[in-house]
């Protein structure tokens, strides 16, 4: 399925080197990455944008689906002349990053994937999201900011950060996200054509993507190594930049030194 007719992101560019993209996660921003900036832009050109239905980018009618996203994508690097990036997703950042990888494989460079998996929603997991666009539907985007904190992280110098940020969704924004989630695909069987370096970092904490799951998406890589954070939950970028910022600077190293 060919992805459908891209939207114009907003994005942050800094720094100078080899193209780096991060993509957010549900329901946040870009905003999230500025731990992790100041240990990559000496040798990254990062970009950094804000997904549709997310920050200043346009919040479109309609499901978002995850190789929609990543068209996105593909059109903001021919607006900056971008060839071949590294493509760092997380959380449903990792599910447009990997989407992208299938899409257009001969534009990746490097794969860093950040508390996310390659598999699709189990059945519940389905439900429940279908369950949460009604919820949303009559009271509001407010509901998931309640729902959303104290499963992103324990960490509760974060709260009030991540309370702004989830605070700016708007409904639309939320209920077309969570539909192109639970309707993606299953990457795992297009992992093993992957071939270049790939970094796959969980956070030993984290209460959405179990360890496991990140451990069995690294083991289809061909060339991949897999980092747990343990002092982390499903924000490392934000629990932990040094650590994560450590981690995204090996991956561009190895794509630089091949």
């Not at 900011?145 to 989830?166: C, H, P, V, Y």
């Not at 939320?174 to 993606?184: C, P, S, Y």
């Not at 370096?197 to 990140?214: F, Q, T, W, Y």
């Not at 040094?242 to 794509?255: F, Y």
Request: glycine share 10%; no cysteine.
């Amino acid at each position: 399925m060919v992805p459908e007719k891209s939207v114009s992101l907003s994005y942050d560019i800094v720094g100078n080197g080899n193209p780096l993209i991060l993509l957010h996660g549900y329901p946040l921003n870009r905003s999230i990455w500025n731990g992790v900036i100041p240990f990559l832009q000496d040798i990254s050109t990062l970009v950094v944008p804000d997904l549709r239905g997310h920050g200043d980018s346009p919040i479109p009618e309609g499901e978002y689906l995850m190789q929609t996203m990543a068209g996105d994508v593909a059109a903001l690097m021919d607006h900056l002349q971008i060839e071949k990036a590294i493509i760092a997703g997380h959380s449903m950042g990792g599910y447009v990053a990997l989407a992208f990888a299938n899409y257009f494989p001969e534009r990746v460079m490097g794969l860093g994937l950040i508390a996310t998996q390659a598999v699709p929603d189990t059945p519940d997991r389905y439900q429940s999201r279908m369950e949460t666009i009604q919820e949303i539907k009559k009271k509001g985007a407010g509901v998931v900011t309640a729902s959303m904190i104290n499963r992103l992280t324990q960490d509760r110098k974060l709260d009030a950060k991540l309370e702004g940020i989830i605070t700016g969704a708007t409904v639309q924004g939320l209920i077309g996200t969570l539909q192109g989630i639970a309707k993606r695909e299953d990457a795992t069987p297009w992992l093993a054509s992957i071939t270049v370096p790939s970094l796959i970092l969980s956070g030993k904490m984290d209460l959405i993507v179990p360890r496991e799951k990140a451990q069995e998406m690294a083991n289809h890589f061909p060339h991949s190594w897999w980092i747990e954070n343990p002092q982390s939950g499903h924000m490392p970028m934000m629990e932990d930049p040094l650590t994560t910022g450590i981690a995204l600077r090996s991956l561009v190293l190895k794509v630089i030194l091949g």
